[in-house]
């Protein structure tokens, strides 16, 4: 069965500093991989995702991931971020067939500084 | 025109109580889900409908009973409600198919037993 690592439970990071969260999954064939956002008691906001075609996926907010077939990763990035960006950032890996359910990372929880 | 919507947004209710929770999502979508969001932020699947079968049940206990009048709602009863009942709780739905998946989710309903 497919599953999820977020080795990160809490990160904090300045305001203007780069940001990079770690996804590792575990899936024997190509999975399709997502990660979302989820401010305080919001719910869950599509970042972006990865099904096929060019490694480095462009998102909403200024975040992107790269897939890396080899190290069963999939980083999430963003080069600046702003004291909005606090919030919980979940990883999330489907098979291909469409009706399966996401299986989510456990979460990790970005907290921005002055 | 909200995509999948969840009703009650927010629910507060005393142990032993039975409640439900409804969900409906008008994106002609045909697999619909409950996942549980626990007090540590993890998202777990609990049932999974496709055009109106249960096709997923995890390992739920038996006072959670979904029900899916048709392939646009999917309702939640909980029975003889308990303490550790209390969490948020999401519905989801995509389509299926050989085309790449895409998931919605509502804005989650928060669930208090006390």
């Known amino acids: 069965a497919q599953s999820v690592t977020q080795p990160d439970i809490h990160i904090t990071v300045s305001e203007g500093a780069s940001l990079e969260l770690r996804c590792n999954y575990s899936?024997?064939?190509?999975?399709?991989l997502f990660w979302y956002v989820q401010s305080p008691g919001q719910g869950l906001q599509l970042l972006l995702k990865?099904?096929?075609?060019?490694?480095l996926v462009q998102g909403i907010k200024g975040f992107e991931a790269e897939f890396k077939r080899s190290q069963s990763s999939f980083n999430l990035r963003k080069p600046s971020v702003h004291w909005s960006d606090a919030a919980e950032y979940f990883c999330?890996?489907?098979?291909?067939?469409?009706?399966?359910?996401?299986?989510f990372g456990k979460g990790t929880r970005l907290s921005v500084i002055a | 025109d909200t995509a999948v919507s969840q009703t009650p947004k927010y629910l507060v209710t005393q142990m032993g109580n039975d409640k439900s929770i409804k969900c409906e999502q008008n994106?002609?979508?045909?697999?619909m889900y409950w996942y549980k969001q626990d007090s540590k932020k993890f998202l777990k699947i609990m049932f999974s409908?496709?055009?109106?079968?249960?096709?997923i049940n995890e390992t739920v206990p038996n006072r959670f009973s979904p029900k899916s009048p048709d392939k646009a709602h999917l309702n939640l009863h909980i029975n003889s409600l308990e303490l550790g009942d209390s969490a948020v709780y999401f519905c989801?739905?995509?389509?299926?198919?050989?085309?790449?998946?895409?998931?919605?989710f509502g804005s989650g309903t928060r669930l208090t037993v006390v």
């Open positions: 409908y496709n055009n109106k079968e249960l096709i």
């Open positions: 899936y024997g064939a190509t999975p399709y």
């Open positions: 989801a739905s995509t389509h299926g198919g050989p085309q790449a998946p895409g998931y919605t």
């Open positions: 994106l002609g979508h045909d697999t």
């Open positions: 990865y099904f096929s075609g060019d490694t």
């Open positions: 999330a890996v489907v098979t291909f067939s469409g009706n399966t359910p996401l299986v």
